[in-house]
């Protein structure tokens, strides 16, 4: 039986280093699968998260050789050609241990972004129509699909340069809320998503829809969040 | 800085960039046929002095640069070496100004 060669970061806040591992190789594979084998069969002590096991909670995204991706959705035959695999906890996040990140200022920012829904109407009222072919519908429903695993968050390099940076994640759900005809904080909206830590800090890059697993394009929003904060900067509404 | 503050840098940015890609096209055919046409200096001179519509042009060159550059390394300052603040935007300022001396003595230099 063929066996990986497994290098995965172990420790804390404070630091840590990498811990080689063998694992066999099995057809079909899942990185995942490989993460779980090194705790049920290695060492029960490695952390890491996981929960639905097929692309649909998000949380088991980690830095797999070098790149952001979903563990689970992810078999070994992808990204390892050679027999080794790297395993990291996702970039630009704090470690709580392991391949565990801490999540907390990832929503936090989503908070900050104003990514709640501001409706005008109560539960007495009738419903409002949008029109499923509508342009602004249609580009809410390409950036909706958004679960939170911080695949993006990770790979931009804004966010390594400017902690303050909302990053991609935060941003498009802020676009959707945006083109959201029925939401009504769209000013106050736009003045948390502008400026330095807010859009116009993106470089369009396009590593966090070259890595989105759901194929989401949070640069093509931020580019909507610019133009529509520079209009209203320019009309005196911002 | 307010956020509106902002966007109207970065607006003033991308306009900038956009006249930027227009006049360095222009300057760079025009240096180029200057050199490849024998024009002496003093040939290039009286062409240049007194013509209203190369002045008109690179003060517009001039304002581009002007605009563009220091925000960009308002950017540059923030991400590379995380200074932000009024002391970083009165440096930079100060670097406009210089930038605009610099230009306008070129430009007056071949007009008058």
Not at chain 1, 96 to 102: N, Q
């Amino acid at each position: 039986m063929s066996m990986l060669q497994l290098r995965v970061w172990r420790g804390g806040p404070r630091g840590g280093e990498f811990q080689s591992f063998e694992v066999p190789r099995q057809a079909s594979q899942s990185v995942l699968d490989v993460v779980t084998y090194i705790q049920r069969s290695l060492d029960p002590t490695l952390a890491y998260r996981f929960a639905c096991r097929v692309g649909m909670c998000g949380s088991c995204a980690m830095t797999v050789n070098g790149v952001a991706r979903w563990t689970c959705r992810t078999h070994v035959d992808q990204v390892c050609a050679d027999g080794r695999l790297e395993l990291k906890p996702l970039a630009n996040l704090p470690v709580i241990r392991d391949l565990v990140a801490d999540m907390r200022e990832f929503f936090d920012k989503w908070a900050r972004a104003r990514g709640r829904f501001a409706g005008r109407r109560t539960r007495h009222d009738d419903f409002e129509r949008v029109a499923p072919e509508s342009e602004a519908r249609r580009q809410v429903d390409a950036a909706i699909e958004c679960i939170g695993c911080a695949v993006c968050y990770s790979s931009c390099d804004v966010v390594a340069w400017n902690p303050d940076y909302l990053g991609p994640a935060a941003l498009n759900r802020a676009w959707t809320l945006l083109r959201d005809v029925r939401d009504d904080a769209q000013t106050e909206r736009l003045r948390a998503v502008a400026g330095d830590a807010g859009c116009h800090a993106c470089h369009t890059h396009l590593s966090c829809s070259e890595r989105c697993p759901k194929h989401i394009s949070p640069t093509a929003g931020i580019a909507g969040l610019k133009r529509a904060a520079a209009a209203a900067a320019l009309w005196g509404e911002l | 800085m307010s956020a509106r503050r902002e966007v109207l840098l970065w607006s003033a940015q991308r306009a900038s960039a956009a006249l930027l890609a227009l006049c360095v096209t222009v300057h760079l055919a025009t240096m180029i046929y200057a050199a490849h046409s024998g024009l002496s200096a003093a040939q290039i001179l009286e062409r240049t002095r007194g013509n209203l519509a190369w002045l008109g042009f690179y003060s517009v060159f001039l304002l581009a640069v002007v605009v563009h550059v220091p925000i960009g390394l308002r950017a540059v300052l923030a991400e590379w070496l995380g200074w932000r603040g009024a002391s970083r935007d009165w440096l930079l300022a100060a670097f406009a100004a210089v930038l605009a001396w610099l230009g306008a003595r070129a430009i007056l230099g071949v007009f008058l």
